[in-house]
């Protein structure tokens, strides 16, 4: 396998083979089992019955962070673990996850104190606003829980001046600065864990679209989700990482109770260069006059916001209601009173469900965000044991796999032979990190490619040290960048169609690019887009259209995207003399 490829496989080419372990669900949870286990040379499947990260992995409020606001609750063994996983990412995965500096606006002195007391014991107190000596008190018991593999500052209190108010609301007294982090693609991560795993385990395999329909004896029954067809496998174990679908899933395998609940999260992102300036890379960290703790941060060339926390039945059936919309810019309007909010501004919004530990708590925001490890034992009709992965937090997925993953080798009586903690993912493994190194290896990248430094600057941005392989195929096809969306390339988005697992073709505009969420899509840019996938994947014209119209009501009614309702009937044409020496330096991140 060469540096690039990624590897997928169809459920027809499983038929009949066997596996020590099969994972249901191909989020970040289990994703990060598929890559630990295969790191220990046990030979995997995974598998999801949409596309890989299709779920709340790919709806984060994309915040790598140890949960500051969970301290009021008493979490501190999982704030503990999530600021040292959120150290570990930015160590291991640094080509994806950066620091994030953030303020906290403080309006009093003492308030919060009482209420943060309450919560700390279990009562439900009377909503009231943190002030500084609880936000401080906090933050310095976050720097404590977070000192291993330390890689950020301590936080600072400032006093605001009188004159520089301009930003927050006038009633800002002080603001409370601290760092986490954020990630610009987790879907990205996701399929890089996937081929880290496969390299170090060629047996296993990975199959979107793919659903597990029953398990008897220690015969697992898949369905194709694209043919319809079913394969069977066999398995000595089973582990059971869907997340919020986790109770039906397991009501597939057979055993097992309730364990799960879900909440919303909504996210909108906006095209609102006033607040992004303003915010100066900064994330703003603050409670809504209602006690929700909401962040609003620069992402990319855009502002992301978020977010709403709201009980679900079906996680299948979730979108951001125009009431989340109007919340989360009336939430921006009270703290930022100087800017002017629309939905004008929205270019996009997403919404993914948290799967919590079933919980009798009264708010949403009170449920532990903490996770567990649980054990199905064979049944009457199962013969093979199942792990099940309860809650967790996009941080902390490597953490939860590590202990989901012993248990596994338990039950087949196997050793720990490595561990992940300071194993580099994808193209985070010998990434250049000081400027004169990252010149270096830009002066390789172009010189290997013949590429512009600016092009370069992109890839390597986009896909870390994997960038040099990468660039020499996409050299060697010409790298024509799209007529609509010139920071993509022809043979950048072929190259994403072939080997990152694209069936549909939402899998390469949502998940594969960051097309969609900086707000770039247009009925044009879709179109072009669309005549790519159908050439690298050998869709015919019904097809084509089909996935055109399927991906454009996805984006309109899902995710806020104003595109028209005859956006598959937009030609899918290139002209090459538009593909200008300025048209190529238009690339983007």
């Not at 996701?190 to 990975?206: M, T, V, W, Y």
């Not at 977010?307 to 059936?317: A, E, H, K, M």
Request: with cysteine; proline share 6%; net charge neutral.
């Amino acid at each position: 396998m060469s540096a690039w490829q990624l590897p997928f496989v169809r459920p027809a080419s499983l038929a009949d083979r066997h596996f020590s372990t099969v994972i249901i669900g191909a989020g970040i949870n289990g994703v990060g089992v598929f890559r630990d286990l295969c790191l220990q040379r046990v030979d995997c499947l995974i598998v999801d019955k949409g596309d890989f990260s299709a779920g709340a992995s790919s709806a984060p409020s994309r915040m790598i962070h140890g949960g500051l606001r969970y301290l009021e609750n008493g979490s501190f063994s999982l704030v503990a673990e999530a600021t040292r996983e959120r150290n570990l990412l930015l160590r291991n995965a640094p080509h994806l996850v950066q620091p994030l500096k953030t303020v906290v606006p403080l309006s009093s002195f003492f308030g919060g104190l009482m209420s943060s007391a309450l919560k700390f014991f279990g009562r439900t107190p009377p909503q009231r606003t943190r002030g500084l000596l609880a936000v401080a008190a906090g933050l310095r018991l976050y720097d404590l829980l977070g000192r291993r593999q330390r890689v950020m500052p301590n936080h600072r209190i400032s006093r605001v001046p009188p004159g520089d108010r301009s930003l927050f609301r006038s009633a800002v007294r002080w603001t409370a600065t601290f760092f986490d982090a954020w990630i610009s693609h987790p879907e990205w991560l996701i399929l890089e864990l996937i081929g880290d795993a496969c390299r170090d385990q060629p047996r296993s395999a990975a199959a979107n679209y793919c659903r597990v329909m029953g398990c008897a004896g220690n015969i697992i029954t898949l369905r194709d989700e694209i043919t319809g067809a079913l394969v069977r496998v066999t398995a000595d174990t089973v582990v059971n990482a869907s997340g919020a679908w986790l109770d039906r899933s397991t009501a597939v395998l057979g055993g097992g109770g309730p364990r799960v609940m879900g909440t919303k999260g909504s996210h909108l992102v906006l095209d609102h260069p006033a607040l992004r300036d303003a915010l100066q890379g900064r994330m703003a960290y603050f409670e809504a006059v209602d006690g929700r703790v909401c962040i609003v941060y620069p992402f990319l060339d855009r502002v992301l916001v978020g977010s709403t926390d709201i009980p679900v039945d079906d996680p299948d059936r979730i979108e951001t209601e125009p009431e989340e919309v109007d919340y989360l810019l009336e939430v921006l309007a009270e703290v930022f009173p100087n800017l002017r909010f629309g939905r004008g501004d929205v270019v996009y919004t997403y919404v993914g469900v948290r799967p919590l530990a079933r919980s009798d708590a009264d708010k949403p925001g009170q449920i532990s965000r903490d996770h567990s490890v649980v054990l199905d034992p064979p049944s009457a009709t199962r013969d093979i044991p199942v792990v099940g992965l309860v809650g967790g937090k996009w941080t902390t997925f490597r953490a939860l796999a590590e202990e989901a993953v012993n248990e596994v080798l338990k039950q087949l009586g196997r050793p720990r032979t490595a561990s992940t903690d300071m194993l580099p993912i994808g193209g985070g493994a010998e990434l250049p990190v000081d400027a004169q190194a990252v010149e270096r290896f830009l002066d390789r990248l172009v010189a290997a490619s013949g590429m512009s430094r600016t092009r370069a600057q992109v890839l390597l941005k986009r896909y870390g040290s994997k960038a040099l392989p990468l660039a020499q195929r996409l050299a060697a096809s010409g790298d024509m960048p799209l007529r609509h969306a010139p920071g993509y390339s022809v043979a950048e988005l072929s190259y994403l169609c072939l080997e990152t697992g694209v069936v549909h073709l939402d899998d390469l505009v949502i998940r594969r690019t960051l097309l969609a969420i900086r707000g770039l899509v247009t009925d044009a840019a879709l179109a072009e887009i669309a005549g790519i996938a159908a050439d690298a994947l050998g869709w015919d014209a019904a097809q084509q259209h089909a996935e055109l119209q399927a991906c454009a009501t996805a984006l309109r009614e899902r995710h806020g995207v104003r595109l028209s309702p005859v956006a598959a009937d937009a030609p899918a044409s290139f002209d090459a003399s538009l593909m200008t020496p300025q048209a190529l330096g238009q690339a983007s991140t």
